[in-house]
Structures are given as structure tokens and as C-alpha cells.
């Protein structure tokens, strides 16, 4: 009879623990989702309409303009970035607040929708801000990459400004 108990006691264990295995404890962080290239996203719009995804990209803003964008893809089209209050996290808003006022030109990573148009004269394509993250204020001028001084511009998204991953 002790045996059987035993054994019981594990069975039950073990289900408890299967069962729970595949939902987060109480307060644990949900994994982030996988940085996508934004240029592969740019030359396959297609495929990326309308999906959620997060690129490390660089953000240009300044007087009603929010441009995001790489070096190595920056002609298939303008990105603008949309930031709508009511889609963004508390975290996003409180890393929007830390940036310069005016305008500035800025290396991070963003969690949003792409979309496969543009919304504003000038842009193909819209990406529609939901998380900003890993923010870092390249210069307080959000002025175009071939005007940014060359120690700004070797930093336009990442160290290489061929390659956005």
C-alpha cells in the first residue's frame, strides 16, 4: 500500500507540474519577440503587413515628422512612425517622455504594426508604435542621415550602417 502511495504522489506531481509548465509564474516577464531585420521587412512588405514585429532601427523626428529607418534600406521607401496614445505601453510613454522635445535623432528598438502604406506625403510605409525600448539619443538634431556629422551618422542604427538587425 505504501508503494501504490508513493507512486500516486508522483503521478499527481508530475501532472501538476506538466499542466503548469506552459504559463507563466506569478510576476515572471514574458520572453521578448525576436528582433527582425527592418530592411528584410522593407524589401518584403508583403509578408509583414499588418504583423506585429520589433526592429532596432533609427528614429528621426522634429516638426510634425517621425521618421524610422537604416542606412542599408533606406530607399525602399520612407517609414513614418505613428505614435497613437491609446496603443502604446506605460513603459513606451515614459521612454517618449525621456527624449529631447524638439527633435533629435535617436538609435532603438520598436515593438509595433507595420503597415504595408504610407500614411503621410512622402512615406510608402507606416509603423505604428507600440513599445520603445533600449533608447539611445544620437544627437538633438533630427535633421536628414546625409546631414547628420559623420560621428552621429557611424552610429545610425547599430555600429554598422549597412546592417539593421
Known amino acids: 500500500m505504501g ?4 507512486m ?16 507563466k509564474a506569478l510576476g515572471q516577464e514574458e520572453l521578448a519577440p525576436p528582433v527582425i531585420s527592418f530592411c528584410d521587412i522593407l524589401r518584403n512588405p508583403e509578408k509583414y503587413h499588418g504583423s506585429e514585429v520589433t526592429v532596432r532601427a533609427t528614429l528621426r523626428y ?7 529607418y537604416c542606412l542599408g534600406c533606406r530607399k525602399e521607401g520612407k517609414v513614418y512612425l505613428l505614435i497613437d496614445d ?8 515614459r521612454n517618449l517622455k525621456k527624449l529631447p522635445k524638439e527633435e533629435a535623432t535617436v538609435n532603438a528598438i520598436f515593438k509595433g504594426m ?3 502604406r504610407g500614411k503621410f506625403r512622402g ?3 507606416t509603423f505604428i508604435l507600440q513599445e520603445i525600448d533600449e533608447v539611445k539619443v544620437l544627437t538633438k538634431q533630427g535633421v536628414p542621415p546625409q546631414s547628420l556629422p559623420k560621428k552621429h551618422l557611424k552610429k545610425v542604427c547599430g555600429m554598422d550602417p549597412d546592417k539593421c538587425d
Not at 508503494?3 to 508513493?6: A, F, M
Not at 500516486?8 to 504559463?23: A, D, E, P, Q
Not at 491609446?86 to 510613454?93: H, L, Q, Y
Open 3 to 6: 508503494v501504490i502511495n508513493r
Open 8 to 23: 500516486m504522489k508522483i503521478i499527481i506531481l508530475c501532472s501538476v507540474l506538466i499542466l503548469f509548465s506552459g504559463h
Open 62 to 68: 522634429g516638426f510634425e515628422w517621425k521618421e524610422i
Open 86 to 93: 491609446s496603443k502604446i505601453s506605460k513603459k513606451a510613454g
Open 114 to 116: 507595420f503597415e504595408n
Open 123 to 125: 512615406t510608402r510605409f
